[in-house]
């Protein structure tokens, strides 16, 4: 099974900071990877799919890059309502693993 | 407006079972595969099952396989999850989902469920 290791686990950033988070994939996943955000108490909500396509109504400050094996997801110029967990997922096809997570704290 | 209200999560006993539902509202739900994804208090997300349109495909994470059943009544434009013999670390919250193009697109708000003596 294919294994998705995210890193850093947390991070503490400052409003405005740039910030990039990675995802490695176990084996080849081609791009067929996604990124969520999820806030406390709230569901997931899909940020990136097929590793750099921004969904609807995600703002251009999220930038997800990738191929293969490693991926990224970059905030540019990060706001404060952007504190939330961030998860990469293997998508299209069994098993739709996700990572870990990484934890985005803002000073 | 898309709209995903999971329901039926309550406390189990372990061994025993429980059904969830999710009723699927604002989309044409006959044409999207859909999933469970559960997240346990405290940790990251977890991949449950996926069921494709018609409901005549069915994957599942290992964990679940024999014991959890994905199902779908398009008639009804409803999602089920029947979860069997219940353990301590099957508690967490359930998210259904919708897929589109093979990612996880829009989430209910969760379901409780509590597998405890």
Known sequence: NIVMTQSPKSMSISVGDRVTMNCKASQNVYNNI???????????KLLIYYASNRYNGVPDRFTGSGYGTDFTLT???VQAED?????????????WTFGGGTKLELK | EVQLVESGGVLVQPGRSMKLSCAASGFTFSSFPMAWVRQAPTKG????????????????RDSV?????ISRDNAKSTLYLQMDSLR???TATYYCTTITEGYFDYWGQGVMVTVSS
Do not use: H, M
Request: aromatic letters at 20%; charged letters at 15%.
């Open chain 2, 45 to 60: 997300l977890e991949w449950v099952a996926t069921i494709s349109t018609s409901g005549g495909s069915t994957y599942y």
């Open chain 2, 88 to 90: 301590s670390e099957d």
């Open chain 1, 34 to 44: 996604a990124w969520y955000q999820q806030k406390p108490g709230q569901s997931p």
């Open chain 1, 83 to 95: 504190a939330a967990f961030y998860y990469c997922q293997r998508i299209y096809n069994s098993p």
């Open chain 2, 65 to 69: 396989k024999g014991r959890f059943t």
């Open chain 1, 75 to 77: 905030i540019n110029s």
